[in-house]
């Protein structure tokens, strides 16, 4: 019903920044509730940023919280991850994901519906 598909990773050094783009297909982009996860080598998913249907409220991880931004813009049923001051702890396949239950357990990997196929983040020391 929705794919998603996820851009901008690369390699950045330490400090250094990126924005993350998520496109999604469909007409009721609006309806869905979205999030970022990311996964590093021999280590589970992990939430990093979430975001309401309509934009109003947003959540983040410890981890990453004053350091990135999540935003959407449902004209371009796309969603956001500016990330700011990177560390190599940031290092991981980064993953788009779409909801359409919301308002509670944004971190919660099984109340998304949907996911993308990842892109790289890599931050070099």
């Known amino acids: 019903q929705v794919q998603l598909v996820e851009s901008g990773g690369g390699l950045v050094q330490a400090g250094g920044s990126l924005r993350l783009a998520c496109a999604a297909s469909?007409?009721?982009?609006?309806?869905?509730?979205m999030g970022w996860f990311r996964q590093a080598p021999g280590k589970e998913r992990e939430f990093v940023a979430a975001i309401s249907r309509s934009g109003g409220s947003t959540y983040y991880a410890d981890s990453v919280k004053g350091r990135s931004t999540i935003s959407r813009d449902n004209a371009k049923n796309t969603v956001y991850l500016q990330m700011n001051s990177l560390k190599p702890e940031d290092t991981a396949v980064y993953y788009c994901?779409?909801?359409?239950?919301?308002?509670?357990?944004?971190?919660?990997?099984?109340?998304?519906?949907?996911w993308g196929q990842g892109t790289q983040v890599t931050v070099s020391s």
């Open positions: 469909g007409r009721t982009f609006s309806s869905y509730a």
């Open positions: 994901a779409a909801r359409y239950s919301g308002n509670y357990g944004w971190d919660v990997r099984g109340l998304y519906d949907y």
